[in-house]
Structures are given as C-alpha cells and as structure tokens.
C-alpha cells in the first residue's frame, strides 16, 4: 500500500533553519510529484510547495519563495523540504502529500516543527 | 491568489441528518476543487476529487457537486465517526493549490 512516513519533531530556536524528510513506498515514486503543506495549531491547511518526483522541478507559494527549499533523493524514494530563518509562526506541523495532480491522495503522518527560544 | 470562503464555520448537527458545506471561489476554478477529512491528531484524508469523484473507499453518503465558484460536500445521512472538520481545495493553476478556512461538523 502507498505510504510516506515522515521524520520526527523538531525544536529549533528562532533563525534556525530544519529539514523534514518524507520517504514514499508502494507506487512509482517518479510519477507522481510531492506537495507539502503545513498547518499551526489549531489553524487550517497552508499548501507550501510542491517538486516533481521525475525531475525535481519546483513550485512554491509566493509567501515561502526565497526561504524553502524542496528536494528529492530518487535512489531512496525520498523527499525533503528545507525551510530557512525560523520564525516562532513557523510552528506547525508539516505535512508531505502525494500529487496525483488531481489531489493530494496520500499523505505523510505530519512532523511537529517548533520554533522557540 | 485565489481565495476559497467556506461555510458555514461550524455546523451542529445529529447522525442521521443530512450535512451540506459550501465552499465559494474567489474567482472560476472550473471543476477542480477537491475535499478533505481532517480528524484530530490525524493528517487529511481525500474525500472528493475534481468536484464530484469520490476517493477510492470513501462512502456513497459522501458527495460532491458544483462548477465555476460555488461548490458543495454533502453527507446523506451523518454517521458518528463523520464528524471531522472538513477543507476544500483548489488546483485551477496546478501546481499552485489553495485550501479553505475549513467547516467544523460538531455533534448536536
């Protein structure tokens, strides 16, 4: 069955940047793309940016361009999202999802990023 | 950006009744608006793809409609574990997508 598991939390201070990794198994990693989407506590979904698992082409939403960064690792089937200057409304849990380009049909079980000093 | 207003915010209704959610587009996003399930401590779960399709394994009480910039999740007949807090979501400039607010199903 298809499944991305994520890393674990994270507690970063202010400034700091993290790396959440979201590794894929069950369907052909390379045609379907990855979307990642966060969401702070108690508040609704915000879709950050979204790689292609065949060739790494980006989209990012204009509010996180110039501060993440998404990858991908084909050899293990895994994708990262790198996101820059940590501030404490960063705090959320980010989500990876996997783009059938008509949705998002699968998703990673959300990794707990705090920023705090 | 196009931005997606759902209604109404919280909705308190009892299993067995009928549940209708409404999702406003900003702007025409044709058919492509999908929803999604969100229980606590849980990640979404896809109900509802390009307005209509359901997911696979999501119940036949679960349906969609709409086009343009009003669309509608309804849930025939409210069983207990479909009390969620429910996003819509658009994909009219893929790979750009935006989410609604979200709806709060709430027991009555």
């Known amino acids: 069955q298809i499944q991305l598991v994520q890393s674990g939390a994270e507690v970063k201070k202010p400034g700091a940047s993290v790396r959440v990794s979201c590794k894929a198994s069950?369907?052909?990693?390379?045609?379907?793309?990855i979307s990642w989407v966060r969401q702070a506590p108690g508040q609704g979904l915000e879709w950050m940016g979204w790689?292609?698992?065949?060739?790494?082409?980006?989209d990012y939403a204009q509010k996180f361009e110039g501060r993440v960064t998404m990858t991908t690792d084909t050899s293990t089937s895994t994708a990262y999202m790198d996101l820059r200057s940590l501030r404490s409304d960063d705090t959320a849990v980010y989500y990876c999802?996997?783009?059938?380009?008509?949705?998002?049909?699968?998703w990673g079980q959300g990794t707990l990023v705090t920023v705090s000093s | 950006e196009i931005v997606l207003t759902q209604s109404p915010v919280t909705l308190s209704l009892s299993p067995g009744q009928r549940a209708t959610l409404s999702c406003r587009a900003s702007?025409?996003?044709?058919?492509?608006v999908a929803w999604y399930q969100q229980k606590p401590g849980q990640a979404p779960r896809l109900l509802i793809y390009?307005?209509?399709n359901r997911a696979t394994g999501i119940p036949a009480r679960f349906s969609g409609s709409g086009s343009g910039t009003d669309f509608t999740l309804t849930i025939s007949s409210l069983e207990p574990e479909d009390f969620a807090v429910y996003f819509c979501?658009?994909?009219?400039?893929?790979?750009?997508?935006?989410f609604g607010q979200g709806t709060k199903l709430e027991i009555k």
């Open positions: 069950g369907y052909a990693f390379t045609r379907y793309g």
């Open positions: 979501q658009q994909r009219s400039s893929w790979p750009q997508h935006t």
């Open positions: 702007q025409s996003v044709s058919n492509y």
């Open positions: 790689i292609s698992g065949y060739n790494g082409n980006t």
């Open positions: 999802a996997r783009d059938s380009h008509a949705a998002f049909d699968s």
């Open positions: 390009d307005t209509s």
